[in-house]
């Protein structure tokens, strides 16, 4: 199976990261694209370096929370604190978004088709995609990137 890498540079635009995972989990779950598509986050601020996996840990933790009616108010509002907490926290420095598509050697119809379909997506256009294929140069830096950032 071929890695493809899609690195999007936001700048120090958080908030528009944050609507661009948003869209990208929106998509991984409609499609069902839990092992094809993933998502991980590169800030270069102080050194600190968080990923996607983190959120998305905050985000399952909601859910069976839903299920449960007497604790579905605590995990909502620490949810909620924690996201707020990382707007406000002022000026950050770079955020970039790096996906992660995997599709095996039969589905390159659907790998085609999101590698057209993502950079062409009006949230993720201003961010500069650059699209790092297996053989092109920067492609193991950008595994151990990926790697490196579980």
Same mark, same amino acid.
């Given at each position: ?67 449960? =009616? +007497? %604790?579905?108010? !605590?995990?909502?509002?620490? /949810?909620?604190?924690?996201? $707020? *907490? ?38 993720? =256009? +201003? %961010?500069?995609? !650059?699209?790092?294929?297996? /053989?092109?140069?920067?492609? $193991? *830096? ?9």
């Amino acid at each position: 199976m071929a890695h493809t890498y899609i690195v999007f540079d936001f700048g120090a635009d958080e908030e528009k990261a944050q609507q661009a995972r948003h869209k990208l989990e929106g998509w991984k779950q409609a499609f069902r694209l839990d092992k094809k598509l993933q998502i991980k986050f590169e800030r270069s601020d102080d050194g600190r370096e968080a990923t996607d996996t983190d959120s998305g840990d905050a985000e399952e933790a909601e859910k069976p929370a839903k299920s449960s =009616k +007497g %604790a579905k108010a !605590k995990p909502k509002s620490s /949810g909620k604190a924690t996201k $707020g *907490d990382a707007k406000g926290e002022g000026p950050q420095g770079d955020v970039k978004l790096i996906v992660r598509l995997y599709f095996s050697g039969h589905e390159k119809l659907s790998e085609q088709q999101w590698m057209e379909r993502i950079p062409s997506d009006d949230l993720l =256009k +201003g %961010a500069s995609p !650059k699209i790092i294929r297996e /053989g092109d140069t920067g492609f $193991g *830096d950008t595994v151990k990137q990926f790697e490196s950032l579980e």
